[in-house]
């Protein structure tokens, strides 16, 4: 039976949940998102990094052992995220490439649309990478419902250090000095500090913080991190620091524990910050990543990394804190995933939930408040990745479902390209496995043969929800010269 630490009881399977307002003042609500973190990297989650920040949400917070991105890669997990939907849903098939005409439509309801609404103040910082932020034809995040951003369409160029490609309220900043963790943080604190009427980074606000406190209206912020995704830039001295704690460890290696530290310290700015305005405990953190890890030794024993529908490449770290609300040193092993933020964030403002469409995601306010046995959920969680073979999966409890679709053999580009679009709109789930992730985390023994009547009722499930997916999902008119000369090949993950 799953459970909810200390004292509190889930269900294995579940199945809905019917979205409710806390009592109390809306809280300030932060998301921190990694890019390309694995499950097993931050420290709490039994990574080799001393993340110490990012393990104090975990200490104070609620701690989700079976957490998931919404997709297995970037762009379709951030739609997931921004809209409660499955990406696909959104017409996110795939990661944005350059000169690509596929992003975010207007067309969807945005979390921070629903929170501007609901009388929200909305910033967006960081990697972005919806749509092309010097492309007036797409919208980015100030046409999807923040007010303030600080970001990049894609990644930081020419590297964390120092990026060139910063774009703030639609306007290029040119080259910024430091790391890009860093200077995400410095944008964010600095716009937190102006909505909430502080004058200046050096003001504690001493004398009439509460009062400012109660007048200021509440907050969403994403901080969208570029780190640990290549090409990776660190500190040298934190660099230096992990090879002298380990000693034999390479150069290259050494760098990327130090990429996530170095987030882990701007982290820490950050929590610095909200405990001198007095907004700590007004303030929910919600931590993840956009996808699993490139690299195996961040995913521990699961099958698959980036990219991969198998648990590897969408099982992430996930946390959130809540003073006051959620309990210090709890945990949780229901699955939960990205496409949750919009239905919990509405749950918590005391916003309604888009009526006009599909949400796929539920709120964890139950989870959150100890009401674990409250919990449904009825749409199972669901990967689609139209180019990597197993192309969907499902979960349902502790069960799995993969499976290839009738698209498999064909070789693929690695961008989206003209001829994969109408392919994927009539895709097929086909050779479908069945695992136990209770009794066998590592996907590796197919039980559809021993368990007939279980591998029966995930199947229909799966050849439902895709056949629903695709019934909103949007065909891009996509050029046949766009990368028309691309290498193909069939891509199959292990």
């Avoid at 998931?68 to 795939?94: D, F, K, M, Q």
């Amino acid at each position: 039976m799953k459970r909810l630490f200390p004292m509190v009881l889930l269900l294995a399977i579940p199945i809905a949940e019917a979205s409710s307002s806390p009592s109390g003042p809306r809280p300030n609500v932060i998301l921190l998102l990694l890019d390309d973190a694995g499950w097993k990297d931050v420290g709490s989650f039994g990574g080799r990094m001393k993340t110490p920040h990012l393990d104090r949400l975990a200490a104070d917070g609620m701690r989700f052992t079976d957490c998931h991105s919404p997709a297995p890669n970037c762009s379709p997990s951030r739609a997931g995220i921004l809209t409660g939907r499955i990406p696909a849903r959104a017409g996110i098939y795939s990661y944005l490439p350059p000169g690509h005409p596929m992003h975010l439509r207007g067309e969807e309801t945005t979390v921070a649309e629903l929170a501007r609404d609901t009388g929200y103040r909305t910033g967006h910082f960081g990697k972005w990478h919806l749509s092309e932020l010097e492309n007036d034809d797409q919208p980015g995040p100030l046409d999807q419902g923040f007010e303030y951003s600080l970001g990049t369409s894609n990644n930081a160029s020419p590297s964390h250090r120092d990026p060139v490609n910063f774009v703030r309220n639609g306007e290029p900043v040119g080259k910024v000095e430091g790391y890009s963790c860093q200077i995400v943080v410095d944008e964010a604190i600095g716009w937190i500090e102006s909505v909430r009427g502080v004058a200046g980074k050096g003001d504690d606000g001493a004398d009439d913080r509460d009062e400012k406190r109660q007048a200021a209206e509440p907050f969403l912020a994403c901080l969208w991190f570029h780190e640990p995704h290549t090409p990776i830039a660190s500190p040298p001295e934190m660099i230096d620091a992990v090879q002298q704690r380990e000693p034999g460890i390479s150069r290259r290696r050494a760098t990327y524990l130090a990429n996530l530290e170095n987030v882990d310290a701007a982290v820490g700015r950050l929590l610095e910050r909200i405990e001198r305005l007095g907004i700590a405990d007004d303030t929910v953190i919600w931590f993840t990543s956009d996808n699993g890890p490139l690299r195996a030794e961040s995913r521990g024993p699961l099958r698959g990394v980036k990219s991969n529908v198998w648990e590897g490449g969408h099982r992430v770290p996930g946390v959130i804190r809540w003073p006051g609300r959620v309990a210090a040193g709890s945990e949780c092993d229901v699955p939960v995933s990205g496409v949750d933020f919009l239905p919990t964030f509405c749950a918590m403002a005391g916003a309604e939930l888009p009526g006009d469409r599909e949400i796929d995601g539920v709120s964890l306010m139950s989870l959150l408040e100890g009401r674990g046995d409250e919990f449904r959920r009825d749409t199972p969680l669901y990967w689609f990745f139209y180019r990597l073979n197993p192309s969907l999966a499902i979960r349902d409890g502790d069960w799995a479902l993969v499976a290839r679709t009738n698209d498999a053999e064909r070789p693929k580009a690695h961008p989206l390209t003209r001829e994969d679009m109408p392919r994927i709109l009539e895709s097929k789930p086909v050779s479908f496995r069945l695992f136990d992730l209770g009794e066998e985390i590592g996907q590796r023994r197919d039980l559809a043969d021993d368990r007939p009547r279980r591998f029966s009722e995930m199947r229909r499930k799966m050849i439902e929800l895709h056949a629903d997916v695709l019934q909103d999902a949007v065909e891009w008119q996509i050029p046949a010269e766009y990368r028309a000369d691309a290498r193909r090949r069939v891509w199959d993950s292990n």
